[in-house]
């Protein structure tokens, strides 16, 4: 009977962390070398997941310093960035072919 408990309990704790890191599911567009939107938000403590859909015909490159990240999509590609859970903190992304016109940020709170 214990060895059944014991079952069950480590089945809910395992449940319970795959929870904790599902990650939160960041979509966004390039569009005319901008991100649509310019501003996302995600959970702290959670893995983060950006699909970034390039919808200009050119590639771009999205980077970003803060999040350890560089990705080049091409035009009219899409593509699916990991980040490592986070704390919370705004966190500035950019397109690194376009720096100048094109960035954005990730509000993890």
């Given amino acids: 009977m214990k060895f059944g408990r014991a ?21 966004l567009t390039l569009r005319q ?9 995600a959970a702290a403590g959670k893995p983060v997941t ?9 590639p771009a490159e999205f980077e970003s310093k803060t999040l350890r990240v560089e990705k080049v999509v091409a035009g009219g590609a899409e593509v699916t960035i990991q980040i490592r859970a986070l704390s919370p903190g ?10 100048a016109t094109t960035q954005g ?3 993890v709170e």
């Fill in 105 to 107: 940020f990730l509000i």
């Fill in 90 to 99: 705004r966190y500035r992304f950019f397109d690194d072919y376009n720096e």
């Fill in 33 to 41: 070398h901008r991100f649509e939107p310019a501003e996302v938000r």
């Fill in 50 to 58: 950006i699909v970034l859909k390039n919808a200009d015909p050119t």
């Fill in 7 to 27: 079952i069950v309990f480590s089945a809910l704790v395992l449940a319970g962390a795959a929870q904790a890191q599902e990650a939160t599911v960041v979509r």
